[in-house]
C-alpha cells in the first residue's frame, strides 16, 4: 500500500510538532500530538510505559531540569503495513541544558482520528552504543 503524499507529509510534521511543544512547555497540548488511549514506552529509560497524554504530561513535569531544552526530530521513515498499521522510525536528537547531547531511535505507531494523524504507540530506544559491524 502507498500512503499520499498528503497524509505522509501530515505525518511528518505530527512529528515535528513534538518538539515544538514540548520545548515550549505547552505540555497542555498533548492531545494533538497523541491519541487517548497512546502507550509511550520509555523502558529502557527505566520509566515503564506511559498511558495516556497526561501521564506523559506528568512524566515531563517530573523530569523538570532534566528535561532536554532541545527535541529535534530527523530521518523519518513512514510504511504502512499490510494490515493497514502505519508506522513511523524517526533519529531524536536532544539537548540538555548543560550541552550535553543524547540521541534517541522513535518507533511510532500513528492512527488517523478524526482532528488528524496521532501517535497510537510510541517507544523511545537510547542509542549508546557506536556502530561495531
Not at 502507550?39 to 501521564?55: K, N, Q
Not at 517530573?62 to 527535541?71: E, F
Given at each position: 500500500m502507498?500512503?499520499?503524499?498528503?497524509?505522509?507529509?501530515a505525518?511528518?510534521?505530527?512529528?515535528?510538532?513534538?518538539?515544538?511543544?514540548?520545548?515550549?512547555g505547552?505540555?497542555?497540548?498533548?492531545?494533538?500530538?497523541?491519541?487517548?488511549?497512546?502507550v509511550?514506552?520509555?523502558?529502557?529509560?527505566?520509566?515503564?510505559?506511559?498511558?495516556?497524554p497526561?501521564?506523559?504530561?506528568s512524566?515531563?513535569?517530573?523530569l523538570?531540569?532534566?528535561?532536554p531544552v532541545?527535541?529535534?526530530v530527523?530521518n523519518?521513515?513512514?510504511?504502512?503495513?499490510?494490515d493497514g498499521?502505519?508506522r513511523?522510525?524517526?533519529?531524536?536528537?536532544g539537548?540538555?541544558?548543560?550541552?550535553?547531547?543524547?540521541s534517541?531511535?522513535?518507533?511510532?505507531?500513528?492512527?488517523?482520528?478524526?482532528?488528524?494523524w496521532r501517535?497510537?504507540?510510541?517507544?523511545?530506544?537510547?542509542?549508546?552504543?557506536?556502530l561495531?559491524?
Amino acid at each position: 500500500m502507498t500512503l499520499p503524499v498528503a497524509d505522509l507529509l501530515a505525518i511528518h510534521e505530527l512529528l515535528a510538532l513534538h518538539g515544538h511543544l514540548v520545548d515550549a512547555g505547552e505540555l497542555d497540548r498533548m492531545s494533538e500530538l497523541f491519541t487517548a488511549d497512546v502507550v509511550y514506552d520509555v523502558t529502557s529509560f527505566g520509566f515503564g510505559e506511559l498511558h495516556g497524554p497526561e501521564a506523559i504530561r506528568s512524566a515531563a513535569l517530573a523530569l523538570g531540569d532534566r528535561n532536554p531544552v532541545g527535541h529535534h526530530v530527523t530521518n523519518v521513515h513512514v510504511t504502512e503495513d499490510a494490515d493497514g498499521t502505519v508506522r513511523a522510525v524517526s533519529k531524536g536528537i536532544g539537548i540538555h541544558a548543560d550541552g550535553s547531547v543524547g540521541s534517541v531511535v522513535y518507533e511510532d505507531v500513528v492512527r488517523r482520528e478524526g482532528a488528524g494523524w496521532r501517535i497510537a504507540h510510541r517507544k523511545v530506544i537510547p542509542r549508546r552504543t557506536p556502530l561495531r559491524p
